[in-house]
């Protein structure tokens, strides 16, 4: 089970620290993901890190503004999201997958998604 949170009401320019907790398995063993959907728009792969946190990837539209991260001793998922615009509205979503194969871009290479986190940024 995924739980995302952290996401709000924020101005133009602010950020935000988005947490996934996971429960139920292993952290350790999946591969995980950030995506986002906004309205009347398909779902957007945002960065994904790996099992150890060794390695990271972004998509060209938030690298440099958007850090993924993860504790596995906690059993959490971060993405730091900082100068934020009203394009970045969007529902916010963590993936989890168990299968080799990197990066993991697509939603349908992640087996496992939470609820997603509403983050709304006003001008």
């Known amino acids: 089970q995924l739980q995302a949170y952290g996401g709000g009401l924020v101005q133009a320019g602010g950020s935000l620290r988005l947490s996934c907790a996971a429960s139920?398995?292993?952290?350790?063993?999946?591969?995980m993901g950030w995506f986002r959907q906004a309205p009347g728009k398909e779902r957007e792969f945002l960065a994904v890190?790996?099992?150890?946190?060794?390695?990271?990837y972004y998509a060209d539209s938030v690298k440099g503004r958007f850090t993924i991260s993860r504790d596995n001793a906690k059993n959490t998922v971060y993405l730091q999201v900082n100068t934020l615009t009203p394009d970045d509205t969007a529902v916010y979503y963590c993936?989890?997958?168990?299968?080799?194969?990197?990066?993991?871009?697509?939603?349908?290479?992640?087996?496992?998604w939470g609820q997603g986190t509403l983050v709304t940024v006003s001008s």
């Open positions: 993936a989890a997958d168990p299968r080799f194969g990197w990066p993991r871009k697509v939603p349908n290479e992640y087996l496992y």
């Open positions: 139920g398995r292993t952290f350790s063993d999946y591969v």
């Open positions: 890190i790996s099992r150890s946190g060794g390695s990271t």
